[in-house]
C-alpha cells in the first residue's frame, strides 16, 4: 500500500485564508493591536515592543542614509519595508538566550558578534516578545480566520484514509477541513494531549481520526500544562463559547472563563525564530514521528511550503526522504524549490513534479499539474526536433 504525506506551509493558509505570510505578520500585529488593544494592564508589553521597533528603526534608518548617500539613490525606509517577523524574534531570543553584556563605560558595541540592544533590559525583550506572540496568536484564532467552506473542503480533497500530514502552520485551517471530512477529530487527532480540564464535550458521537497528524511547529488550540511539557487542547474560544470546530459542541467552566478575561495568549507554538530549540519532549516526539512519516512515503506532496534553508530541524526532517519517492511541489517558486530539493537533499530530478502556480489553480485544475505536462510535451517536442534536424544534416 502507497504512503502519501502531504506538508502543507504558510501559502496554504494565504491561499484558503488570505492568512499573512511570515513578512506581513509584524505590520498585522500592528494593525490587530490597534483593533483589539490589550487592557491597560499588559500596556507595559506594548510599550517594550514599540521601544525595540523604534530601537530597531533608529539602527537601520541611520545605515539607510548612509547608503543613500554613497548611492545617490533613494532608499526605502525601515517603516515601508516588510519586516520578517523571524528576523525580530531572532534578535530578541540571541539578546535572552545568551547576551554580550559589555563592561564598563562608553565601550564599543559595534564588534559584538550578536546584535546589542543598548537600553533595552531583558525584562523589557520579554515582555516584547509575550506582546508579539499574543497577538500573533490573536491573528490565527478561528474566530479571526475567515474562509470559505467550500473552498476549503474542496482543497483537501486529496487527503484519504491512512494518509499523513505534516503542517506548519499556527492556525486550524486544515483541522476544520479534516474535521469537516469526517478524517479527523481534536480529542486524538493530535497523537499526544488531553482536552483542557476545564472544557466538557456535549456531543456523544463524533468522527474517529483516519490521519496520521503532525503539527510540527505547534498550534493556537494547544497550551501548556507545565514546563515538562504535557499538553491540554483547547476547543473552544472562552469569551465567546463558541467552538473552533464547526458543530463541535463545548461547555466550558465559568470561573474559568472569568480567569481567562485577563490573560495573554501563550499557546505551545515553536515561535517563528531561527532558534528553533526543540527542547521540550513533546517538541521532540513530533519531530520523531515526523521523521517516520517522510520515510514511510512513496509520495510527498508539498503544499505553500518552501522548504527555507534556515529551517535546519525541517532540513534534517526531509534528509530522511527516501530515493525513489515521488515529490510534488505546488507552490508560485515551485521551480527553484525543486532545484533546492535535488541539490540538498541529493534526489533525482525525475522523480520530483513542479507544479509552478499558485494553489488555488491547481485545485481549480482537479490537481493536475498542467504546467509541469505542457514544459514536458514542450521539451519532446524540442527534442523530437533537433534529432529530425540532425537525420535531415546527415543524409544530405
Known sequence: MKNRLFVFGAGYSKDVANLPLAEDLIKEIYSLHKKKPVTTRFEKKYTAFKKLMNYLADQINDKLRILEKMSNAEVQPFEERPINIEYILTIIELNLLAPYSPQGEDVDLQHCFIPFIQGLQKSDLEKARDFIIHYLSELFLPQNVKYNKEYL?????????????????????????????????????????????????????????????????????????????????????????????????????????????????????????????????????????????????????????????????????????????EIYIINPDAMEIKKRIARVFNLKNDNITDENKKIKEWVKNNFEFINFKFREEESDRLIKAINTLEIDDYEN
Open 153 to 325: 473542503l474542496k482543497s483537501l480533497e486529496l487527503v484519504q484514509e491512512n494518509d499523513s500530514i505534516i503542517t506548519y502552520n499556527y492556525d486550524l485551517l486544515v483541522e476544520q477541513g479534516l474535521w469537516l471530512r469526517k478524517l479527523w477529530n481534536p480529542v486524538d487527532g493530535y497523537g499526544f494531549g488531553e482536552i483542557l480540564k476545564f472544557e466538557k464535550i456535549i456531543n456523544k458521537n463524533y468522527p474517529k481520526t483516519q490521519v496520521k497528524f503532525i503539527k510540527l511547529h505547534g498550534s493556537v488550540n494547544w497550551k501548556y500544562s507545565n514546563y515538562n511539557s504535557d499538553i491540554s487542547i483547547m476547543l473552544a474560544d472562552v469569551k465567546s463559547n463558541i467552538s473552533y470546530f464547526e458543530n463541535l459542541k463545548i461547555e466550558i467552566d465559568d470561573l474559568y472563563k472569568m480567569q481567562r478575561k485577563w490573560h495573554l495568549h501563550n499557546p505551545a507554538i515553536i515561535t517563528p525564530t531561527f532558534i528553533k530549540l526543540f527542547n521540550k519532549s513533546i517538541e521532540i516526539n513530533l519531530v520523531k514521528r515526523a521523521v517516520k512519516a517522510v520515510k514511510n512515503a512513496s509520495k510527498i506532496y508539498f503544499i505553500g511550503y518552501s522548504l527555507p534553508l534556515a529551517d535546519t530541524v525541517s532540513n534534517f526532517i526531509f534528509s530522511f526522504i527516501n530515493k525513489n519517492t
